[in-house]
């Protein structure tokens, strides 16, 4: 239990680099699709090797001001960009409000729940999401190591 917890203390404290933004997407894409670029999971609305929604690459869109189309997301060299972009972007949100780095966890949280879930890291809430985020990181955090 003590060794869990250590990690867990661990897990929230390490701030993001740019080296460890690009460590949490490998991490992320063998959660996600284990290197499968042709993945096709979540009845078809997540696509590629980062198993990327269709709302995430609009976002990406919005942030960057490109095109993107939700299948262009199995194209590998695309579908890293959209996650690059759309995690810097959250990271640097962090820094700002927080005047901190952000943590792998909290993006690990945005990749999996959206924009806002980062605040959940710090803010935990009793509800199916921050299981369902909890899971996810856990198996994240698995990959990083």
Not at 51 to 58: G, L, N, R, W, Y
Not at 79 to 94: D, P, Q, T, W
């Amino acid at each position: 239990m003590k060794v869990k917890y250590i990690l867990a203390i661990l897990a929230l404290t390490a701030a993001v680099s740019a080296q460890n933004v690009d460590r949490l997407i490998e991490a992320l894409v063998r959660t996600e699709s284990n290197g499968n670029a042709a993945a096709v999971g979540d009845r078809g609305k997540a696509l590629g090797i980062l198993q990327i929604h269709d709302v995430m690459v609009s976002d990406f869109n919005r942030i960057t001001g490109k095109n993107y189309k939700h299948s262009d997301m199995f194209n590998e060299h695309k579908a890293r960009e959209v996650a690059k972009g759309v995690l810097n972007f959250y990271s640097k949100h962090i820094e700002k409000t927080m005047n901190r780095k952000a943590t792998e966890k909290e993006l690990g949280f945005i990749w999996n729940g959206g924009g806002s879930s980062w605040r959940r890291v710090a803010s935990p809430m009793s509800d199916t999401k921050q299981k369902n985020l909890e899971a996810y990181w856990a198996k994240v955090y698995k990959n990083l190591n």
